[in-house]
């Protein structure tokens, strides 16, 4: 009995690498279904909204990052760590450049954040009482 208990407490890193880039994998998901609806919402209310050209700008470069490190991560999954110095240094390299796209792309959705895009608040149109 007290086996199966500290079988059951030890964690299986496999299994929680696994279920944690399904978990990262929907989150990025789910960014990028959100950066789509913006850029249809931004589209929509035009040269109203007080910010259109920065919001449009910056709801593009953090859907061009996205997919951007989504192609970073397709080609360092290529690249193997455990033949040679000179693959384990270009995944290295790659890995270090994911970070900084990521980096990039938060700052960027932070920053659009800020500006005031919210699809909940309607804009009226020239509405004269």
Known sequence: MMNNETEMKSMDANRYATKKTIAQGMLDIALLTANASQLKYILQVGEQHQFYKLMLI??????FLQVTVGLLLLIQSLV????????????DILNHLIIAVVFLTVFCDVLKMNFGLDPAVAFVKDSKP
């Open 58 to 63: 910056l709801i593009s470069l953090s859907i």
């Open 80 to 91: 193997s760590i455990h033949k040679t110095p000179f693959q384990r240094k270009a995944a």
